[in-house]
Structure formats: structure tokens, C-alpha cells
């Protein structure tokens, strides 16, 4: 994940704030694994409104993209 001027008001900042909430609100799923908790992650990140690309299968390797567009500075 590229991160630049993470700092509260910058997109970037939003983003990894509501990924923290979301791996929080996921915790239940940690009981299959690390990786079943971060599918849930960004499943949940996408569904609070972030463009979220890719598919499940990509989650599953531990990644997620978002549009540039969505945390430029």
C-alpha cells in the first residue's frame, strides 16, 4: 500500500482509519485464520462506501487497491 501524508483530513488518513475499524469489527472471524479476518476486512471496507477493486480472490492473498483517484493529497 502506498501511504503519503498520512495525517487526519487527508484521504489517505480516512482510509486507514476506516480499515482499522473494519479489521476490528472482523475480529470474530480470526478464529479461521488471518486470512478469513482480512477477507472480512475488506469486504466490510467496500461495503462502508470505499471503492474497493479486485475480487475475493485477491483479498485472500492479503492485498487491496483502491483507486488513486480516492486517496490523492
Keep these: 500500500m502506498l501511504i ?13 482509519t476506516r480499515l482499522d475499524a473494519c479489521w476490528a469489527t472482523a475480529a470474530p472471524h480470526r478464529a479461521f485464520g488471518p486470512r478469513a479476518r482480512w477477507t472480512e476486512t475488506v469486504r466490510l471496507l467496500a461495503e462502508s462506501g470505499w471503492p474497493v477493486l479486485g475480487r475475493p480472490a485477491r483479498w485472500r492473498l492479503g492485498e487491496v487497491t483502491v ?5 490523492t493529497p
Design 67 to 71: 483507486p488513486w483517484t480516492s486517496v
Design 4 to 16: 503519503h501524508r498520512n495525517v487526519p483530513g487527508e484521504r489517505i488518513h480516512a482510509l486507514l
